[in-house]
């Protein structure tokens, strides 16, 4: 059993950066694929970023290219957003989650999530 917590979400104005942590317990994710995604007012959960277990494989939405990195750090069990440049239409609830197999959009694939933590940008 895995538990996530995001944590970093906040207020903050067009053009700036946020860097969320995802913090895992109950078990190491050493051996996980970690997902990012988000879900605005009214829209359904979208894929925002993954990283394999190793690191290795990493993939984005188009998106969110160059504004967005997800890394991931085994020490400590966590597994962080940074976020540049945000823009009014990043404004969401983002979500973390664990899956057993590597994937990229497939929200099904995923056996563990966060709470999510809520990421608003003013323009």
């Known amino acids: 059993q895995v538990q996530l917590v995001e944590s970093g979400g906040g207020l903050v104005q067009a053009g700036g950066a946020l860097r969320l942590s995802c913090a895992a317990s109950?078990?190491?994710?050493?051996?996980?694929?970690m997902g990012w995604f988000r879900q605005a007012p009214g829209k359904d959960r979208e894929f925002v970023a993954v990283?394999?277990?190793?690191?290795?494989?990493?993939n984005y939405v188009d998106s969110v290219k160059g504004r967005f990195t997800i890394s991931r750090d085994s020490a400590k069990n966590m597994v962080y957003l940074q976020m540049s440049s945000l823009k009014p239409e990043d404004t969401a609830v983002y979500y973390c989650?664990?899956?057993?197999?590597?994937?990229?959009?497939?929200?099904?694939?995923?056996?563990?999530w966060g709470q999510g933590t809520q990421v608003t940008v003013s323009s």
């Open positions: 989650a664990a899956a057993r197999v590597y994937s990229t959009v497939g929200l099904t694939s995923y056996d563990y």
């Open positions: 109950g078990r190491t994710i050493s051996n996980y694929a």
């Open positions: 990283i394999s277990g190793t690191g290795y494989r990493i």
